[in-house]
């Protein structure tokens, strides 16, 4: 197959991505002087920027390379991705669960865990949750190595080593500070670098009437064929869609996995952190512009004869992933070129980035001040976060090439986050709301439901059941049964915490007085003008979010 | 320190300066092989766009500080 050939000016836009982001690692080292510096940015950060980290952090290039094939491969049914399945949860987060989080002081989410709950149910969420992005970090270090093999030629082992080197030595030198900087420049990075084959795209269809005027009916809706899971491509009813992915996997991602949640705990107050994931809401919504119509705009001149336009095959295989690199193979002169290239290397770096400052947190305060080494000096701990996140990515480039030798592990990764996330945001969600459940409860009710997405993915891989019993449908998509499995991993764990609640030793409530809701003061208003409150966004980013879903319905 | 938005406006900057001069190179010397729609010329107002947004972000940040 055709590679990019990248010129003169290509390899010098990226040098300049590569001068920049080891320029502000070495820059901000000097701004980092303790551990509230290291691991949370010194809480300093404006809403805006840490909002649009938190965005970032969870904007990858695995992210945009495969939504725009599943848009390809599904239609417009992956907005809900966007749209159903993630604004409400963003909403949710900064209205009701940050106040807990933030006014709490904590440094993670496990961290919340020990002060609701004990030190046990931190450490199972920790453990977990550091295991999680070791494996995340990692195979989304060979995804990329995958992609620069394909598209550029390059060297497997050049490319995992160039990027985690450059990723260990900013995150290493200066923490959460420097991900968020970069985060933030990749941001720009990807709107600039790939919204123009979105635009030239449209431009050669002859516009978005023509782009939905050529694709199947049931590609260009997003509730309308919900109703018989026959009826659309990604084979799930709306009950699935809502309870799956709008309920449990958005909710427990977006609350609960400390990747993103880490970016509102470096705002400078409680209001900025609240505002942190709605401000994030309104571009995220905007993200489809880019994955959906470019996915849809890629089907249309698939399906026109003598457009030239057509999907890799690996071993008879359609491979979705390459819709976005052959689109910007096809309209991109030298130059942007390098700017495509950059900004599909930012998403990697910044998602690996991203990964690893959230597991150097974890890992230094959960696992290691809470078991190892209970009194552990500012100093140490920094020096424990900078020597974690050199581990961290060693660990990632193992899992990378343990990837390469499996490269099926690249399809579980959506099933990853249901192990540990869908359980957890029912643990919180109890934790934060009832004040009668009790550590035991919480406990078990985490391992267990952990523990009930695992055999359910195993049950499901080896054939021990038919997935139709889990989907409640006979048609069921791989993408059905990760978000009902996601749905039964949640309704377990929040069942047997509530019974084992009942049963066991409850907390004294003086202790539970900011992290749950009843014994903890209103969130202060002190004269704020409405329309600058959290609360005011909020209701505007749902506004939009019904508009949209109506509009496409 | 300098707010990050100075950072971005300047690498904004740098990097719509190299796209925009690749265009206008390739609008006076045009490539044999060209891609779709080479002749929108995407290279000359993309750059452009990027290097305003850029300059934008620049001029409007380059003496702020942040603590």
């Known amino acids: 197959m055709a590679t990019f050939t990248l010129s003169i000016v290509d390899w010098l836009i990226l040098a300049i991505y590569f001068a920049f982001i080891l320029g502000l690692g070495y820059y901000l080292k000097r701004f980092t002087k303790s551990q509230e510096d290291y691991f949370l940015a010194g809480r300093k950060n404006s809403a805006w920027v840490a909002g649009i980290a938190f965005l970032s952090a969870n904007l990858g290039a695995l992210e945009l390379l495969g939504m725009t094939g599943n848009t390809y491969k599904y239609g417009m049914y992956v907005a809900h991705f966007y749209w159903v399945g993630a604004v409400p949860a963003m909403l949710f987060l900064g209205l009701y669960m940050m106040p807990f989080y933030y006014s709490s002081r904590i440094h993670s989410v496990p961290g919340y865990l020990k002060l609701r709950f004990d030190e046990r149910t931190r450490v199972l969420n920790g453990i977990a949750f550091g295991v999680m992005t070791l494996l995340v970090s990692g195979i989304n270090l060979y995804a990329m190595a995958l992609v620069l093999r394909t598209f550029l030629g390059w060297d497997w082992n050049v490319s995992i080593i160039v990027s985690a080197a450059t990723v260990a030595f900013y995150v290493t030198l200066s923490g959460l500070m420097s991900a968020i900087f970069t985060e933030i420049i990749q941001f720009f990075l990807i709107w600039?670098?790939?919204?123009?084959?979105?635009?030239?795209?449209?431009?050669?269809?002859?516009?978005?009437?023509?782009?939905?005027?050529?694709?199947?009916?049931?590609?260009?809706?997003?509730?309308?064929?919900?109703?018989?899971?026959?009826?659309?491509?990604?084979?799930?009813?709306?009950?699935?869609?809502?309870?799956g992915l709008g309920f449990v996997l958005s909710f427990g991602y977006w609350t609960t996995d400390f990747l993103v949640v880490q970016r509102a705990f470096s705002a400078k107050n409680l209001r900025a952190a609240r505002m942190t994931p709605i401000i994030a809401s309104f571009p995220k919504m905007a993200v489809p512009?880019?994955?959906?119509?470019t996915g849809l705009v890629a089907l249309v001149l698939a399906k026109t004869p003598g457009s030239g336009f057509a999907l890799l095959q690996d071993g008879g295989k359609i491979n979705y992933d390459s819709t976005l690199p052959l689109l910007i193979m096809r309209y991109y002169p030298h130059g942007l070129v390098g700017l495509g290239v950059s900004a599909l290397l930012a998403g990697f770096m910044a998602g690996q980035a991203g990964n690893i400052s959230a597991f150097n947190t974890v890992w230094t305060y959960d696992v290691y001040r809470a078991i190892i080494n209970k009194n552990a000096s500012d100093a140490n701990l920094m020096w424990v976060g900078r020597i974690s996140t050199v581990v961290g990515v060693c660990l990632s480039v193992v899992t990378a090439y343990w990837a390469m030798g499996f490269p099926s592990i690249m399809d579980y990764m959506q099933a990853i986050f249901s192990w540990v996330n869908a359980p957890l945001f029912a643990t919180m969600l109890l934790g934060m709301f009832v004040v009668w459940i009790t550590p035991a409860g919480a406990f078990w009710g985490l391992l267990v439901g952990m523990g009930t997405s695992i055999t359910m993915f195993l049950a499901v891989k080896f054939q021990w059941i038919d997935p139709a019993r889990i989907t409640l449908s006979s048609a069921a998509s791989d993408m059905a049964v990760n978000f009902w499995r996601a749905w039964w991993a949640w309704l377990v764990c929040f069942v047997t915490t509530i019974i084992i609640s009942l049963f066991t030793k409850k907390k004294p409530r003086e202790e539970l007085i900011g992290l749950v809701k009843g014994l903890t003061p209103e969130t202060a208003r002190d004269g704020i003008p409405f329309m600058k409150r959290p609360e005011f966004y909020a209701i505007l980013s749902a506004i939009v979010l019904v508009i949209l879903n109506v509009y496409f319905w | 320190m300098k707010p990050i938005w100075y950072f971005v406006g300047l690498f904004l900057t740098v990097t719509g300066l190299v796209v925009l001069a690749s265009g206008i190179y390739d609008l006076i010397n045009p490539p044999v092989e060209k891609t779709v729609l080479a002749n929108l010329h995407a290279g000359v107002w993309w750059g452009g766009i990027i290097l305003l947004s850029g300059l934008l972000f620049y001029v409007v940040n380059r003496k702020k500080t942040v603590e």
């Open chain 1, 192 to 243: 600039f670098g790939l919204f123009l084959v979105t635009i030239l795209g449209i431009v050669e269809v002859g516009g978005v009437d023509q782009v939905l005027k050529n694709i199947p009916a049931s590609f260009g809706t997003l509730w309308s064929t919900s109703g018989d899971a026959s009826q659309n491509g990604m084979e799930i009813t709306w009950a699935g869609i809502v309870l």
């Open chain 1, 289 to 293: 512009v880019i994955v959906v119509l």
